[in-house]
């Protein structure tokens, strides 16, 4: 008979347990999901040319390629809740606007911008990444380990990378409408 009130007592107070740690997340998710949804774009697929000129190692190098930008639906995160989701892909098929590979354990690559700047659906002051690079970092088993910006001093430094001239196609003046 005690057995039975002590394993009752650990259940009820697993269950609070439970509880206070989950119950803020149920109701933040249910608030997320109970909220209006964000308006559609009218434009919800773009096509950017555009072509990077740099220096590696005092040779002129040019890359040309397309960006393409395509709405992808509505998202919900805790930190901005329900939004417009945006993806962006290169038409080449590559993955990166790649500069430099070394040995396939890190990548210098410059990083065009977010595919909501280009879609008309930025509400804020688009700073480019342009002069300066990113990187990815893998470890021995391919697993991305770390993703960060170079500044253009030191890019040049380090790897004789200079960028020279970034061009792309003009944003889209976008609509947003209600279904």
């Keep these: 008979m005690i057995k039975n009130k002590i394993f009752i007592v650990i259940i009820i107070i697993v269950v ?16 997320l999901y109970l909220s209006p949804n964000p308006s559609e774009p009218i434009i919800k697929y773009e096509e950017f040319p555009f072509e990077l000129v740099y220096e ?24 901005v809740g329900k939004h417009r989701k945006w993806s962006s892909r290169f038409l080449s ?3 990166y606007i790649e500069l430099l590979n070394i040995n396939d354990k890190m990548i210098v690559y410059y990083n065009p911008g977010d595919p909501r700047y280009y879609m008309g659906d930025y509400n804020g002051e688009f700073v480019s990444d342009f002069p300066n690079c990113r990187y990815v970092k893998y470890n021995d088993k391919g697993n991305l380990v770390e993703d960060g910006i170079i500044n253009a001093d030191e890019i040049y430094l380090k790897y004789s990378i200079k960028l020279l001239s970034w061009n792309i196609g003009s944003p889209v003046k976008n609509s947003f409408t209600n279904k």
Excluded: F, Q, R
């Excluded at 609070?16 to 608030?31: E, F, K, N, Q, R």
């Excluded at 040779?59 to 639906?73: A, H, M, P, R, T």
């Design 16 to 31: 609070i347990i439970l509880l206070c740690a989950t119950l803020p997340w149920l109701v933040l998710w249910c608030g």
């Design 56 to 79: 590696l190692n005092g040779d002129k190098k040019y890359i040309s390629d397309v960006l393409v930008c395509e709405y992808e639906g509505i998202g919900i995160s805790e930190n």
């Design 93 to 95: 098929g590559n993955e």
